[in-house]
């Protein structure tokens, strides 16, 4: 892909993304149908499906040779990263449209040959495009996005966790999470997995703990905090398969590094 296919690629990207967001919002008031997944807090509606067939379909008229993985199936069955395959997450915090109308996000990556090259961040009802290039930066909107402070001590980090850390879990070592609360000055949940990478990348919150993520929740993610120089690896500190479901540890790179080897233990 040479600089002006890139560029292409993105514009029309860029322009798909607005577009959802913006039928997303013109749509928010109407009833909804509501059906549950794999337990009954975990929610689709008809919005999540008709955007990404949405995606889908513009991707495959204007790029019949890429592929597109996408959480609701609408996508193609993706077995490697060769090419250029589309991670879709039509909305990102379901639980967030459906019960605050906001707080959620569109979540769009591009990756080629394996390769995180371009990521879309939406956060529709704020109107807010976190976006970024492999190599060029990450943008809030108009706003280049600075690098990531590289020397915030763990006393004063702010790191996003969930309600699963507060619960028995067999596969943690609560232990060190509780250890990693007590130290940090203070922790934030915000029920939507692309928006905490977009505030990581912002530097507004600088670690991200989470247990099981696909590959749609991060990818957009992923290229955007590359771009400030931060770090997202499994939450024990080991590289991440972009193909599978596994625990995230996305992180400026100041406490990475701190956090994966003296707080936590599970993969
Ligand atoms: P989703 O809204 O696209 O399903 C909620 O804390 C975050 O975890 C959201 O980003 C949510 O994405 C994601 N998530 C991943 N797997 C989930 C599941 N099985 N149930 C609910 N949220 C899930
Ligand atoms: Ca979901
Ligand atoms: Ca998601
Ligand atoms: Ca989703």
Not at 87 to 98: E, H, R
Not at 134 to 150: F, H, I, S, T, V
Request: proline share 3%; hydrophobic share 40%; net charge negative.
């Amino acid at each position: 892909m040479n600089e002006q296919q890139k560029q292409s690629l993105y514009d029309n990207a860029k322009r798909w993304v607005l577009e959802a967001g913006e039928h997303i919002r013109t749509k928010m008031h109407q009833p909804l149908v509501i059906e549950t997944k794999s337990n009954p807090d975990d929610l689709v509606t008809e919005m999540d499906q008709d955007t990404e067939k949405f995606f889908a379909e513009k991707i495959r008229e204007s790029y019949p040779d890429h592929k597109v993985l996408g959480e609701e199936g609408f996508g193609d069955d993706v077995k490697d990263l060769d090419g250029v395959t589309w991670i879709v997450d039509p909305i990102d915090g379901t639980m967030n449209f459906v019960h605050q109308k906001q707080n959620f996000a569109i979540s769009v990556g591009i990756f080629k040959d394996g390769i995180g090259e371009i990521g879309f961040i939406y956060d529709v009802m704020k109107d807010c495009l976190y976006h970024a290039k492999r190599n060029e930066g990450a943008y809030k909107n108009d706003q280049l996005l600075p690098a990531l402070a590289n020397s915030i001590p763990l006393e004063e980090a702010i790191i996003g966790l969930n309600s699963t850390w507060a619960v028995p879990n067999k596969k943690v070592d609560e232990n060190g999470i509780h250890r990693l609360i007590r130290k940090v000055r203070g922790t934030r949940s915000y029920g939507s997995a692309a928006l905490e990478f977009a505030y990581i990348a912002e530097g507004i919150m600088d670690s991200y703990i989470t247990m099981r993520l696909a590959p749609w929740d991060i990818a957009a993610g992923i290229v955007l905090v590359h771009e400030v120089g931060g770090k997202v690896t499994k939450a024990n500190g080991e590289p991440i398969n972009m193909l599978d479901k596994q625990s995230i540890l996305a992180s400026n790179a100041s406490i990475h590094k701190e956090i994966s080897m003296n707080y936590i233990s599970f993969k």
